[in-house]
């Protein structure tokens, strides 16, 4: 990991210090992925299983799980893991359904009642990688706020093993956020077909989910295709941004560190302290633990691209991270809720030593599909609102109308929009008639 | 308007009857948007003075907006205008205010605490359109809810007018909402400077506001682009779909659907009825009223792509309207409210004979930024939300790790993450040490 001195830096060194391994939609991914998309629309489940045979080396009988093969996925798993599954998802729901958005109704003049009233957006796509190792988690945290949304059609993509089958870990968690429609597919071909819909695939309004390079650009072609679906958020790489003063315990700091390195040979690992003793301990105590992991490479590849950096004090701390916008935020100081005033820019933030990221991934609570690679700055990760659309609704009397049409009116006419002056008037005219 | 009867479709028939005048993002569109983001990123403010010189015909001395500017447009105001600004103002503020995010604190464990906390995009850029007409009602539908939210930093652009200065009421709309720096810059350059900031405009987070096909553009390109900027929403013409039965004044029926059809040749007008006589009123009285229009020419293009569609009743109507989903969505019928319930995809709702859409527009209190081109499927309006990010916490004591952390064990250990594993056995194995 690098040291930096971020007092020792002028602008530019700054930018430079914080800035993501770069993330370009090169051309060669763009055009494979546009050709993918388009192989898809056009000749539909014939294309998805051509794509499966090429990229996954499997000859797919039938596209979607059968009952049968939930059930046989039940049957394997042990029940640790599955009373993991269901204490997360219960957890998960416990704070999805609370954070909730809930309907609103306002009288803003005599007569004039607004309101916000929730409807789930319909058909809905969640895409639950499986490249490196299957993420069981992310069906979690995807179908469980689908289901408190009320979404009526929830399909799930996830890619296909060398067996022949979809993890069974995934299929249980699908099954028990009430998640039935899951098919065998992975990649660009997922994103295409769930966003233009296949005789098998239903087509959806929106796309959720992480994933590799490929996911994520045909995530962004079909958000851009007003015939194609909408997206959660746009997604790059992993990252953690840990804050930690002398106090901390670097055996701490250091395992919460790998287990972001550990992700991807792309994740993004910061530590930002005032104390240089810190900053040293867990230099050695990474390295030491690193060695033991069984990804110990890929956790070295991604430590080459991150940093330990040294700040005068935690008020500047907490600048590096703002300006940083982490997916990921760890504070691990003597009064770490002292600090969350001052957090203007994080995906999710993990305060105290019993915090590890590792809660949030799994089990605390909170969503773990977050904005990466600055996303943060302008992004929330995903929640009930995500799968719900906030429609306004507005009802006036006629006393309603006289008290606000006037005003209406009145605007109307500086935007020398005639029709909409007449909207008002002709109203106005006809209850005086009326009287 | 084209006579439609639903019930003697076909699928492929249905389709096309709720097609939308076709968005193409043409190569020569792109390719010129394309031009004027490099040459603002590249030369900054001097490009933005050539593309202003060019396309609105000024030579822009300073860019942004002097105080003394916005005296001398509040004095030229009538007191009229200026009352009907603010009035608007406060019942939109009201609503807004109502319908923001709340934080929210959760023991999902005992010893865990899940949090969301809100927190302001730092730095927002609004766009109001001047094109046919400025719009200030749009700078209030803006700057009112990042003020509610909190933004800290909010700029305005808005195109020049042939002398010299930007519109009287959006300068006086701008200040009442507390947005004091505003930019005499219109079109995909406006939209550019926000998104890279040049000398003089500060670079932005996210960008909202509607605009013409150059501006929408504009916004697709920085939205895509990683160093660009977030936007609100993807935009398309203007739309309404009014649903209505024997009941309606075909008067106040005429005239809503005429004021979307003001809006511009491309906006598109539908009347959704089971009565076949209201149609034919409605035919009858649009075409009466559209004649005394100053806007009448645009009213009569856009009118050529709408159509008035019969129905069998007014559950095939909502079928229409949800599978339309429009931006706009008025309902007069006998029992307006017994239809709310069955809406699933609208922008706004309009209720009853006393709510024309311009009350939507510019004063009952709800936003008009809303989704077209059916994106009311998957987005919902601007809102204080809008403006904000969700922000999640947790906060784990000994006894929570002890509780949950087994459970975020277990499934690291199923998705082979060890690190993630470690992370909390570790910590485990300290509380132990120390007990």
């Keep these: 990991m690098k ?64 009952d049968e093969e939930f059930a046989a996925a039940e049957a394997r798993l042990t029940c640790e893991l599955k009373t ?45 990688p499986a490249g490196g190792a299957p993420l069981p988690s992310t069906a979690i945290m995807l179908g469980v706020p689908a289901a408190i949304a009320g979404c009526r059609d929830v ?121 240089h003793a810190l900053l040293e301990r867990v230099g050695d105590e990474v390295e030491r633990q690193r060695r033991a992991l069984p990804r110990a490479d890929i956790a070295a590849a991604a430590l080459g691209e991150s940093r330990l950096v040294h700040v005068r004090d935690l008020d500047q701390a907490l600048d ?12 691990q100081t003597h009064d770490p809720r002292a600090l969350l005033e001052g957090i203007e820019s994080a995906g999710s933030v993990f305060l105290g030593p019993w915090t590890p990221e590792s809660l949030g991934d799994y089990c605390s609570g909170s969503n773990h599909v977050l904005p990466t690679y600055g996303y943060a700055r302008s992004y929330s990760g995903v929640s009930v609102a995500s799968f719900q659309k906030q429609v306004t609704v507005q009802e006036a009397s006629a006393e309603g109308l006289r008290h606000i049409g006037p005003c209406a009116a009145t605007l109307a006419a500086a935007e020398q929009l005639d029709a909409h002056r007449r909207a008002v008037t002709l109203r106005l005219a006809a209850m005086d008639a009326i009287a």
């Design 3 to 66: 040291r930096i001195d971020w007092n020792g830096l002028d602008e530019a060194g700054r930018a430079a210090a914080l800035a993501r391994p770069a993330q370009s939609r090169a051309t060669e991914l763009r055009d494979g992925v546009e050709a993918i998309v388009a192989d898809v629309r056009r000749r539909g489940d014939g294309a998805l299983r051509e794509l499966t045979q090429r990229y996954d080396g499997i000859i797919l009988d039938t596209l979607q799980v059968g």
């Design 84 to 128: 993991a599954i269901r204490d997360a998802t219960d957890r998960i729901e416990r704070f999805h359904r609370a954070s909730a958005p809930v309907a609103v109704s306002v009288e803003t003049a005599p007569g004039v009642r607004v309101e916000r009233v929730l409807r789930p957006i319909r058909r809905v796509g969640l895409y639950v």
């Design 155 to 275: 399909v799930l993509c996830t890619p296909v093993q060398a067996d022949g089958r979809c993890d069974d870990a995934v299929l249980y968690a699908a099954k028990v956020t009430g998640v039935h429609r899951v098919f065998k597919l992975g990649g660009a071909q997922a994103i295409a077909a769930m966003a233009y819909g296949t005789d098998t695939v239903p087509r959806c309004d929106k796309l959720f989910g992480p994933g590799n390079a490929w996911v994520t650009e045909a995530k962004l072609q079909v958000a851009g295709d007003p015939a194609g679906a909408a997206i959660d958020m746009p997604a790059g790489p992993s990252e953690v941004l840990v804050i930690a003063d002398e106090e901390a315990d670097a055996r701490f700091v250091a395992a919460d560190l790998l287990s972001q390195a550990e992700h991807g040979p792309d994740s993004q690992v910061l530590l930002v302290s005032p104390s």
């Design 320 to 331: 590096v991270s703002n300006r940083y916008a982490p997916e990921h935020l760890i504070v």
